[in-house]
């Protein structure tokens, strides 16, 4: 059976599709995730999972996109970010919900 393609960060964080990262961007992207966590528990009413699919897209795959859902007292915010650079294209779509939940 091939290896899950998730990673389980403290039970309510879950990223897809960044197995083939490299460490160093890696590290990166979890602290970065961590970040926006911290501030969208903050906001939120009951936060209760974020889950982050990233997949690599556009002609010679040179584009990532990142989608993003946040599950807040049973009820989903969603973005969806494409971009050139991973970690920008990350730090807009957690943004977003962000933006959402505060509105």
Do not use: C, W
């Amino acid at each position: 059976m091939a290896e899950s393609e998730n990673i389980v960060l403290g039970g309510s964080i879950e990223l897809v599709g960044f197995k083939e990262l490299d460490g160093g961007s890696m590290i990166i992207l979890k602290k970065m995730v961590g970040n926006h966590v911290r501030k969208l528990s903050d906001i939120a009413d009951n936060f209760e999972k974020l889950t982050v699919s990233m997949k690599k897209v556009g002609s010679g795959h040179n584009k990532f996109e990142i989608q993003a859902k946040v599950m807040d007292n049973g009820k989903p915010y969603v973005s969806e970010v494409t971009d050139f650079n991973l970690f920008f294209t990350l730090n807009k779509a957690l943004s977003q919900i962000q933006n959402q939940l505060t509105k």
